[in-house]
């Protein structure tokens, strides 16, 4: 059947990505970064370290180019040897 309000707001959410969020590059950039984030340290079940910081841009720098691909961010995150050697 038709989708209710709240879901047709969290399609509509998912698919403009940080856009949908704000209008400030700087901000939808901080909004990217948080979400690679938040998503590499669910699936790797730790913390990131220091040393991971440049590895932690060029996974939000893909996720903007794709267009705020959650899909593709995750099959990024988890084809990376960080996640591999959290298995």
């Not at 990505?17 to 909004?31: K, M, T």
């Not at 938040?38 to 590895?55: C, V």
């Amino acid at each position: 059947g038709p989708l209710a309000p709240d879901e047709l707001l969290l399609r509509a959410a998912a698919e403009a990505g940080p856009a949908l969020l704000s209008d400030e590059p700087v901000e939808q950039r901080a909004i990217a970064e948080c979400a690679a984030r938040n998503m590499a340290e669910a699936l790797f079940h730790r913390t990131l370290e220091f040393d991971e910081i440049a590895w932690l841009e060029a996974v939000t720098d893909d996720f903007e180019a794709s267009g705020y691909d959650f899909t593709a961010m995750v099959e990024a995150i988890v084809s990376d040897e960080r996640y591999l050697q959290t298995r």
